[in-house]
T-cell receptor, first 112, second 114 residues
């Protein structure tokens, strides 16, 4: 199938560097946020989530930061690896249902 | 535990035809939602089902419809296909479909309309 990652902003990093991917969300009423990773030809893969009553959450090599004041979300990937190369999407959930509103996406390229 | 399963994975249809896509959610998940993904518009919400009822609908024409069965499996249908309907159609499921429930996606169905 064709790529859905065309014409996306791109972040290129060297293997071993830390990566930061930013996202601005739209609805101040959103109370749940998710980061997804999408590799070519695959569906979005859950990475990490955070609720609006938290500012920071850590997973394995990943950290999500939430700044509700400026409606900003970031994903930090430590020691980036070639396998991290993918398109990353943030998504906001507006409560009471499963509807997600997705950001535009960021293509991460990790150079060996 | 099997993930979200979508069939078919790839299909080609002609303008004016209709198509049905199928989704089997993760076992025990009762909420299913559908998204359309295109390079130009990104990921856009189509609709959401919970316990066989449509709870939410995105801004798509009436040619796009769906349903959910008693076993939580879901189908979506697109009638009178247009070239612009070419996209990756993604199904997602969660346990209860409430805010804060982790939402998992399938691999999608690639639809090409010629």
């Amino acid at each position: 199938g064709e790529s859905v990652g065309l014409h996306l902003p791109t972040l290129s990093v060297q293997e071993g560097d830390n990566s930061i991917i930013n996202c601005a969300y739209s609805n101040s009423a959103s109370d749940y946020f998710i980061w997804y990773k999408q590799e070519s030809g695959k569906g979005p893969q859950f990475i990490i989530d955070i609720r609006s009553n938290m500012d920071k959450r850590q997973g394995q090599r990943v950290t999500v930061l939430l700044n509700k004041t400026v409606k900003h979300l970031s994903l930090q990937i430590a020691a980036t690896q070639p396998g991290d190369s993918a398109v990353y999407f943030c998504a906001e959930n507006q409560g009471g249902s499963e509807k997600l509103v997705f950001g535009k996406g960021m293509k991460l390229t990790v150079n060996p | 535990k099997a993930g979200v399963t979508q069939t078919p994975r790839y299909l080609i249809k002609t303008r004016g035809q209709q198509v049905t896509l199928s989704c089997s959610p993760i076992s025990g998940h009762r909420s299913v939602s559908w998204y359309q993904q295109t390079p130009g518009q990104g990921l856009q919400f189509l609709f959401e089902y919970f316990s066989e009822t449509q709870r939410n609908k995105g801004n798509f024409p009436g040619r796009f419809s769906g349903r959910q069965f008693s076993n939580s499996r879901s189908e979506m249908n697109v009638s009178t296909l247009e070239l612009g309907d070419s996209a990756l159609y993604l199904c997602a499921s969660s346990f209860r479909g409430l805010s804060g429930n982790t939402i998992y996606f399938g691999e999608g169905s690639w639809l090409t309309v010629v």
